[in-house]
């Protein structure tokens, strides 16, 4: 998959590959450093991000996003999204949920975003 060329991007990226199943595409979107606070609680820093991202992946999950809002500041874009996610627990159960999330995500090097701060529920 593709870096993503505007914090625009990261969006349709991330859905792209939660939907596809693919850990390295989303993990790919996130900054090393990053901060993603997880269903089972705060991922800090890639590791814990990619533990924290398997486990949405392993749900086989559907999720829609629709972009409300990006605020972006030289280096730095502030995001805002509703989202529906769909899957299935490990004993089958159905898991349906949506929110309002907050990004942070900043420029690299190369010209590509990435996230920074992902807050799937926003400040709840």
């Known amino acids: 998959m593709k870096p993503a060329?505007?914090?625009?991007?990261?969006?349709?990226?991330?859905?792209?590959?939660?939907?596809?199943?693919?850990?390295?595409?989303?993990?790919?979107?996130?900054?090393?450093?990053?901060?993603?606070?997880?269903?089972?609680?705060?991922?800090?820093?890639?590791?814990?991000?990619?533990?924290?991202?398997?486990?949405?992946?392993?749900?086989?999950?559907?999720?829609?996003?629709?972009t409300r809002r990006v605020v972006q500041a030289g280096d730095t874009a502030l995001l805002l999204a509703d989202w529906r996610f769909h899957g299935t627990t490990s004993d089958g159960g159905n898991v349906s949920t949506s929110g309002t999330s907050i990004e942070v995500a900043r420029r690299q090097p190369d010209g590509s975003w990435c996230y920074l701060i992902d807050l799937p529920n926003g400040l709840d």
């Open 5 to 66: 060329a505007s914090p625009e991007d990261l969006h349709k990226l991330f859905v792209e590959a939660l939907n596809l199943g693919d850990v390295d595409a989303l993990v790919a979107l996130y900054a090393f450093d990053g901060f993603l606070m997880a269903r089972s609680g705060p991922a800090r820093g890639i590791r814990a991000i990619r533990k924290a991202l398997s486990e949405y992946v392993a749900m086989k999950p559907t999720i829609q996003l629709t």
